[in-house]
C-alpha cells in the first residue's frame, strides 16, 4: 500500500537531509540523455551494496516515484522500515523462487509509464564485485517493452564520503534481442550486467580521492607533506611509456604500483608523485625493528599504511592484507625485488606480486627510479604501460612476474636511452 502524502512530505523536506549524509555525486555516460531517459516507462537496473541503495535512488529521479523491487525479508524487517518501503510502492518479492508474482506487478506498472528499480544481485554485495544477475529483469523489460537504465552505485554511506552513482545510456531490448525465448533473455542479461560492470570501471576512474579525510589522518599528512614540504628535496620528473597516458596516476580503483628499489626513501619519491592517492606499502619487518620496541615507529608505519611482511617467509597475513587492500579499491605500492639494490642492477623479482594480482583480478603498474647523483638532485620516475593480471596457476603466475621483469627492464633501458639513468 501507497502512502502518497507521506511520500510527497519526504521528496519535499528530506533533500537536504540526505545530501547530508549521502551527498551523492552523479556521473552520466552520455550528459546528453541526463534529462531524457525519464520520459514514459523504465526500468532502472543496479547492483546492490546496501539498504541505503533503495533511499539513495529515492532521490536520483526526483521529480518521478521510483518503485523499488525488494526482498520480503528486507520489507519485514521492521515495522518502520515496512512503512518506509509502502510509501515509496515497493514491490514485494517472496523469497521462494518459484514465486515470480512480482514478474507481472512490474510489467503492469511499466506499461502504465512507471519507473521501477531492480537489484537483481538479489542480495548485497560488499566485497566491490559484481555477482551474476538474474535474468528476471531481462524478462520483464521483454514483455513491458520499455528501456533498461543500467546503475552502479559504489555504497560509500558515511560522513567522510560521497556516495557516487554511475548512470549508463538507455539499452532498447529490441535492439538486443529478436525474441523472447531463454537464449536472447540470456543475451540480454549479459549486456546489462556486462554494461554495469563498465559503468563501475568508469566510476572508479572518475570519482577523486579528497584531498583530506580525518579516518586516514597520517596518510592524507604524509602525502601533503611529500608534495608540497619535501617537494624542493624530493624533485621528481614523471616520464610516461609513449603509449601510456598520464591516466597510471590518476586513476581510481585498485592497482598495484611494482617498483624496482633502490633508495630507502624510495617510497616518498613515489608517494611525492601519486600524492593524488593514498597508497598502501608493502614494508619487511626489519623496518618495524624488534617486538616489544619502537612502538611509536610501528604506530606511525601503521597509520601510515605501511602493511609489514616477513620476506624470509611465505608470510600469509601480509598477503591476505594486501588483498583486503586491494579489494577494497585502493592502491599498493610495492618492491618485488624485496631488498635495495645499490649496484643499479635489477635484482631477480619475487612471485609475490603476481600472485597477489591473480588473486584479486588488480592490473599491476611497472614504475623504475632512476639513480640519483646527490640528494637534492632531481628524481626521474618512469611509468610502463598497464600489466593485466595473470591466471591463478604456479606456471602463469611466473610468467606474471617474467612480464613485470621485462617491463622494468624495459624502462630501464629508455631512462638510459634519454640519459636519465648512470651505469
Not at 547530508?20 to 526500468?43: C, P, S
Not at 546492490?48 to 525479508?73: A, E, G, M, T
Not at 533473455?185 to 566510476?203: A, G, M, P, S
Not at 611525492?272 to 592517492?277: D, E, G, L, T, V
Request: aromatic letters at 12%.
Amino acid at each position: 500500500m501507497s502512502h502518497p502524502i507521506s511520500y510527497f512530505i519526504t521528496k519535499l523536506t528530506a533533500p537536504p537531509v540526505q545530501w547530508l549524509f549521502f551527498r551523492r555525486k552523479t556521473y552520466y555516460e552520455d550528459r546528453n540523455e541526463k534529462n531524457r531517459f525519464l520520459k514514459g516507462g523504465v526500468l532502472y537496473v543496479s547492483n546492490h551494496k546496501s539498504f541505503w541503495d533503495y533511499i539513495c535512488y529515492f532521490f536520483l529521479v526526483y521529480f518521478h516515484k521510483l518503485r523499488p523491487v525488494v526482498s520480503d525479508l528486507i520489507y519485514r524487517k521492521n515495522p518502520v522500515l515496512r512503512f518506509l518501503l509502502n510509501m515509496c510502492g515497493a514491490i514485494v518479492v517472496g523469497k521462494n523462487e518459484l514465486d515470480l508474482s512480482f514478474v507481472e506487478r512490474c510489467v503492469e506498472l511499466l506499461r502504465k509509464g512507471k519507473k521501477i528499480v531492480i537489484f537483481p544481485e538479489a542480495h548485497f554485495i560488499h566485497d566491490g564485485n559484481i555477482r551474476d544477475f538474474s535474468p528476471s529483469f531481462a524478462k520483464i523489460a521483454l514483455e513491458a517493452d520499455v528501456p533498461i537504465v543500467p546503475l552502479y552505485i559504489d555504497g560509500n554511506y558515511s560522513f567522510f564520503h560521497r556516495t557516487r552513482v554511475m548512470v549508463g545510456k538507455k539499452i532498447y531490448p529490441d535492439d538486443i534481442c529478436a525474441s523472447s525465448n531463454n537464449e536472447e533473455v540470456e543475451k540480454l542479461r549479459e549486456t546489462v550486467q556486462d554494461k554495469v560492470i563498465y559503468l563501475q570501471d568508469i566510476c572508479s576512474r572518475r570519482s577523486k580521492t579528497p584531498l583530506f579525510s580525518f579516518p586516514f589522518f597520517m596518510m592524507d599528512f604524509g602525502r601533503i607533506n611529500a608534495k608540497w614540504l619535501f617537494a624542493p628535496i624530493f624533485r621528481t620528473k614523471v616520464h610516461f611509456d609513449k603509449s601510456v597516458k598520464p591516466y597510471g596516476i590518476k586513476r581510481e580503483g585498485p592497482i598495484i604500483l611494482a617498483c624496482n628499489h633502490r633508495y630507502f626513501l624510495d617510497s616518498v619519491v613515489i608517494i611525492n608523485a601519486f600524492w593524488r592517492r593514498r597508497l598502501w606499502i608493502l614494508i619487511a619487518k626489519e623496518i618495524y625493528g624488534e617486538e616489544g620496541k619502537h612502538r611509536l615507529r610501528k604506530s606511525l608505519l601503521k597509520s601510515g599504511g605501511g602493511i609489514k611482511i616477513d620476506r624470509e617467509a611465505m608470510d600469509i597475513e601480509a598477503i591476505k592484507k594486501c588483498c583486503d587492500t586491494l579489494e577494497k579499491g585502493r592502491a599498493l605500492l610495492v618492491f618485488p625485488e624485496g631488498h635495495l639494490t645499490h649496484d643499479g642492477d635489477l635484482s631477480p623479482l619475487k612471485d609475490g606480486v603476481s600472485m597477489i594480482s591473480s588473486r584479486t583480478t588488480t592490473p599491476i603498474l611497472p614504475l623504475y627510479i632512476c639513480t640519483a647523483k646527490k640528494l637534492t638532485s632531481k628524481r626521474h620516475l618512469y611509468v610502463g604501460d598497464l600489466i593485466p593480471p595473470s591466471g591463478k596457476g604456479m606456471a602463469e603466475i611466473k610468467k606474471g612476474s617474467e612480464t613485470i621483469n621485462e617491463k622494468l627492464h624495459g624502462l630501464r633501458e629508455l631512462a638510459l636511452k634519454e640519459g636519465n639513468e648512470h651505469e
